[in-house]
């Protein structure tokens, strides 16, 4: 393992176990620091023991570089491994994660996630992905830096280079767009005809009537660029750290006719996303339930802002199995372009 793989892989399973993102950030700059020097400067800097000088090498970070590039496996890595060992998942949500190929709900820093889409796309090819989505935010939800019309483009630019080098991993392009108040959703139709993956989610006026969020989310997943309902309530269960720093308070629910709105999901050919992050795990068991009961198709994502988070689908897994959602219902356990 090469002294920046260990850096990243610590990065990562910080992440996976909800480390404190000053921790994590701290071995993803070093690991980009390392990135900068070729093997030789890194052997000369460990010989003289110079690493330090480096700005964003700190005691911590130098010891895993020296043991890496001894061939060692890094004893900080070793215990983070062991401690943060995930168990493998047994039974119906054994057999889901095992199916799934890809995820269809990720943030870059081109958002208001914390890593280059790079190193997204590389830690879902390393965790068994054949595809990942790219669904950063789109313009109206400033405080999540959503991507204009003209950064939307620029990017699908990136990602078909980025899809070059490395296939057969392929990042498909895609959007969270927001649905506004009249259902209608937040990029020109032109753009949205151009990504692979579309989901769609409500960031504002979450308490409005059931009457008003219902029409809203109706006409939004019968559009014909919809794939996906994103975190379907809204709610958060827990405080998290939005982009800035900033804290964002538990949610409860937004009101609105389910059973209406999964039956659209039916009709319209729009999955449901089970999201998996600990913070949202939406939609609640009992919505769950009856969009399985009403016969959805349903998508298990992680809406994961960084590297590390990929790994929680599992927790999505598990929850679609206790409704007896089955693998032929999750729509990124086919190849993509298929159903």
């Not at 997204?120 to 992905?129: K, W």
């Not at 935010?137 to 405080?143: D, G, I």
């Not at 720093?245 to 659209?264: C, I, L, N, W, Y």
């Not at 959805?296 to 990929?310: K, N, R, V, Y």
Request: charged share 25%.
């Amino acid at each position: 393992m090469t002294p920046a793989g260990a850096l990243r892989r610590i990065a990562f399973l910080l992440e996976r176990a909800r480390e404190p993102s000053y921790r994590v950030k701290a071995f993803r700059t070093a690991a980009t620091v390392v990135d900068g020097l070729d093997d030789a400067e890194i052997a000369r800097r460990v010989r003289t023991r110079t690493l330090k000088d480096l700005k964003g090498i700190g005691d911590k970070t130098a010891a895993v570089i020296v043991e890496a590039q001894a061939g060692d496996v890094p004893a900080y890595l070793s215990d983070l491994e062991e401690r943060h060992a995930v168990q493998p998942l047994t039974g119906p949500a054994g057999e889901l994660r095992a199916a799934l190929r890809g995820d269809l709900h990720s943030h870059s820093d081109w958002s208001d996630g914390g890593s280059p889409i790079r190193e997204m796309a590389e830690a879902a090819r390393d965790i068994g992905h054949d595809y990942l989505a790219l669904t950063d935010h789109s313009p109206r939800l400033t405080v999540a830096n959503g991507l204009t019309a003209e950064r939307l483009s620029r990017q699908l630019d990136v990602v078909a280079e980025l899809n070059e080098e490395l296939a057969p991993f392929r990042i498909l392009t895609g959007i969270e767009c927001d649905i506004l108040s009249d259902g209608s959703l937040d990029q020109s139709d032109e753009l949205l005809g151009r990504l692979d993956v579309v989901v769609v989610s409500v960031h504002s006026e979450l308490r409005a009537t059931r009457a008003q969020m219902t029409e809203r989310m109706l006409a939004a997943v019968a559009n014909p660029h919809t794939d996906v309902l994103g975190h379907c309530t809204g709610r958060l269960l827990v405080e998290r750290e939005q982009a800035g720093g900033k804290k964002q308070r538990p949610r409860p629910e937004s009101d609105f006719d389910a059973e209406a709105v999964f039956t659209a999901c039916l009709d319209n050919g729009t999955a449901v996303e089970i999201n998996s992050r600990p913070e949202r795990l939406d939609p609640p068991m009992r919505l769950l339930q009856l969009a399985a009961d009403i016969g959805c198709d349903f998508s298990i994502d992680t809406d994961a802002h960084a590297p590390g988070q990929l790994d929680w689908q599992g927790a999505g897994c598990e929850r679609a199995a206790q409704v007896g959602i089955t693998a032929d219902r999750v729509v990124n356990t086919r190849p993509w372009g298929v159903g």
